[in-house]
Structure formats: structure tokens, C-alpha cells
Nanobody, 133 residues
Framework: EVHLVESGGGLVEAGGSLRLSCAAS???????????IGWFRQAPGKEREGVSC????????YYKDFLKGRFIISSDHAKNTVYLQMNNLKPEDTAVYYC???????????????????????WGQGTQVTVSS
């Protein structure tokens, strides 16, 4: 019932920028109260990790410390879309990036724990980001 569609990935040189989009499909942000959208990534052979999360209504943002200052999460409520502006990309940022609907209370921790995921959401295919050196 809750679908999110990621886009905007691609191949970029180190130091470059990309903007990822996470668009709601089949619902609007106003359909639910107190949830969050998170960006997560998974590199080959690695566990999925949290990147940044944002509250769908209050706009509160949370970043992993090592990314803060390079990535910016934002939302456009009218478009039911969350963005991740990725600046000064590094080769270690190479991963498949996913967005997910989370319980609002999970946003500050911003990790892809099963018990954080909104009960109506399931993971999609993500979008590939490749940063060359």
C-alpha cells in the first residue's frame, strides 16, 4: 500500500554531486501522521546502513555524523517527495541507495532496523550511486 520510488542515481566523479529523489506512490504525506522518511544505503558485501532521516510533517532532520555537511535531506510536501542532495561525493559513498517509510519515533536513530519500518512499507529496488576516483 505504501510505495516509495527512488531515482536520481548514476555515475559521478569524486567531488561531484547528485540529488536523489524519493517519491510517494499511491499515497500522500497527509494520509498518515507521525511517520518519517529515511535514506539508507548498501554497498556490496556490506550491511545496509542509515544515511539521513526526516519527519514527514515537522521536517526534523537527522544525519549520520560522518555525512553531515556533505548531504542534505529535504522534503517537498506538495510533491510528496523527499530529496537527498549529495555533495562532495567520495568513492566510499558508492552503494545502492534506498528510501523507506519509518515510524516517526525511529527517525533520530535512523537505522534500517526491522522494528523501525512502517508496517505498511516494504523495501524497493533502490537507485545505484557510483562514485569514481
Amino acid at each position: 500500500e505504501v510505495h516509495l520510488v527512488e531515482s536520481g542515481g548514476g555515475l559521478v566523479e569524486a567531488g561531484g554531486s547528485l540529488r536523489l529523489s524519493c517519491a510517494a506512490s499511491g499515497f500522500t504525506f497527509d494520509d498518515f501522521d507521525d511517520f518519517a522518511i529515511g535514506w539508507f544505503r548498501q554497498a556490496p558485501g556490506k550491511e545496509r546502513e542509515g544515511v539521513s532521516c526526516i519527519g514527514s510533517s515537522d521536517g526534523s532532520t537527522y544525519y549520520k555524523d560522518f555525512l553531515k555537511g556533505r548531504f542534505i535531506i529535504s522534503s517537498d510536501h506538495a510533491k510528496n517527495t523527499v530529496y537527498l542532495q549529495m555533495n562532495n561525493l567520495k568513492p566510499e559513498d558508492t552503494a545502492v541507495y534506498y528510501c523507506a517509510a519509518l515510524l516517526k519515533l525511529a527517525a533520530p536513530d535512523c537505522r534500517p532496523r526491522g522494528d523501525y519500518i512502517h508496517p505498511l512499507f516494504s523495501w524497493g529496488q533502490g537507485t545505484q550511486v557510483t562514485v569514481s576516483s
